[in-house]
């Protein structure tokens, strides 16, 4: 089997320039709008390790502990993973805000789903009754059941 190949030599010779051209503007606009994101996240970092604090302290004291038992295991690749948690810690306080935030949803939705299934406390207050009131309620006889004297569908059995 033969390979052919066409070369357009009467289209236009500029247009794999543009093509070229648009992508050089497409990714160096891609790199100024993460430069931006990665700016706001670096101001915004402190605040969100407090929010995650305060979300679920527990995600940050695992994460820490996850490092120090990285450090006992491997120490080139503990002291790798803590040179990358510094260098991005705009992105790991994102991470974590994001982890505490979906461990609390699960937290609810695992509370919703039991106190569906078992139902909910209700509080009360019990109550003292006093003597002077009579708890005996007075028996009442059952009265007999009456039949009633005819009806459409008692009709249909009545010999004619």
Same mark, same amino acid.
């Given at each position: 089997?033969?390979?052919? !190949? ?8 500029? /247009?794999?320039?543009? +093509? ?8 160096? +606009? ?50 790798? /993973?803590?040179?990358? /948690?510094?260098? +991005?810690?705009?992105?790991? @306080? ?12 699960? !937290?609810?939705?695992? @509370?919703? @789903? ?32 009456? !039949? ?13």
């Amino acid at each position: 089997m033969r390979y052919r !190949k066409n070369i357009n030599i009467e289209g236009n010779p500029f /247009s794999s320039f543009f +093509g070229i051209i648009f992508i050089v503007l497409f990714l160096v +606009g891609l790199y100024f709008l993460a430069r931006f994101i990665f700016t706001i996240l670096y101001y915004l970092s402190p605040i969100l390790l407090i929010a995650t604090l305060i979300v679920d302290y527990k995600v940050v004291v695992r994460y820490v502990q996850w490092l120090i038992a990285l450090v006992r295991q491997n120490p080139l690749m503990g002291a790798g /993973s803590i040179a990358l /948690s510094v260098l +991005g810690f705009p992105v790991l @306080a994102a991470f974590l805000l994001g982890k505490a935030l979906f461990k609390k949803r699960v !937290k609810q939705a695992q @509370a919703d @789903a039991i106190r569906s299934r078992e139902g909910e406390f209700v509080d009360f207050e019990e109550l003292e009754m006093p003597d002077d009131v009579d708890a005996e309620l007075p028996r009442v006889e059952p009265q007999p059941r009456q !039949k009633p004297d005819t009806t459409p569908y008692d009709d249909f059995f009545k010999e004619q």
